[in-house]
T-cell receptor, first 114, second 110 residues
Framework: DAGVTQSPTHLIKTRGQHVTLRCSPI?????VSWYQQVLGQGPQFIFQ???????GRGNFPDRFSARQFPNYSSELNVNALLLGDSALYLC?????????????FGPGTRLTVT | GQNIDQPTEMTATEGAIVQINCTYQ??????LFWYQQHAGEAPTFLSY????GLEEKGRFSSFLSRSKGYSYLLLKELQMKDSASYLC???????????FGSGTKLNVKP
């Protein structure tokens, strides 16, 4: 079975621009979470979507938004990019039931803002 | 607010045992997770504790004390490939909202 896939792998953008990152979960997984990981830090929770509804949001500005599609894939959008948005963006998928606890991470998208 | 503390870096010798500690104070608790992350790669799941006690999984064991807000990851018979960052994370709710610590970088020496 295919794991979590993310695109693109790497991205270079300029301050003020907009970026869209994409994630396809493992087949059968209805939950997708997005994390931002700055070098040397742990992943920081941005959003979680389950059955196309936002179930959780971390402490990120409104420049960050996301959505989940009927096929459970997801997009993370970031507007008005800042230098500080440079990070590895990780997507994780899971069954997200009370008895299913494991989440599987994709390889990430490395975003560099110049 | 949420807070997870773990040591920044540790060094151990191949074949030895190492214990990585994690303390947490979070607004919710639905399990304590440990992930391994090699440089430049995504985190991979190692272990999960929701009840107090020790969970053993091969060379890796994890312990949880909910009353103390404390967990540790024990790695036995260290191998060079165990050099990685180890992330402690708390699942905050019944879905999958996780809060991660900053990670402990483990260096395994020959």
């Amino acid at each position: 079975d295919a794991g979590v896939t993310q695109s693109p792998t790497h991205l270079i953008k300029t301050r003020g621009q907009h970026v869209t990152l994409r994630c396809s979960p493992i087949s059968g997984h209805k939950s997708v979470s997005w994390y931002q990981q700055v070098l040397g830090q742990g992943p920081q929770f941005i959003f979680q979507y389950y059955e196309k509804e936002e179930r959780g949001r971390g402490n990120f500005p409104d420049r960050f938004s996301a959505r989940q599609f009927p096929n459970y894939s997801s997009e993370l959008n970031v507007n008005a990019l800042l230098l500080g948005d440079s990070a590895l963006y990780l997507c994780a998928s899971s069954l997200a039931t009370s008895s299913s606890y494991e989440q599987y991470f994709g390889p990430g998208t490395r975003l560099t803002v110049t | 607010g949420q807070n997870i503390d773990q040591p920044t870096e540790m060094t151990a010798t191949e074949g030895a045992i190492v214990q990585i500690n994690c303390t947490y104070q979070t607004s919710g608790f639905n399990g304590l997770f440990w992930y391994q992350q090699h440089a430049g790669e995504a985190p991979t799941f190692l272990s999960y504790n929701v009840l107090d006690g020790l969970e053993e999984k091969g060379r890796f064991s994890s312990f949880l004390s909910r009353s103390k807000g404390y967990s540790y990851l024990l790695l036995k018979e260290l191998q060079m490939k165990d050099s990685a960052s180890y992330l402690c994370a708390v699942r905050l709710d019944n879905f999958n909202k996780f809060y991660f610590g900053s990670g402990t970088k483990l260096n395994v020496k020959p």
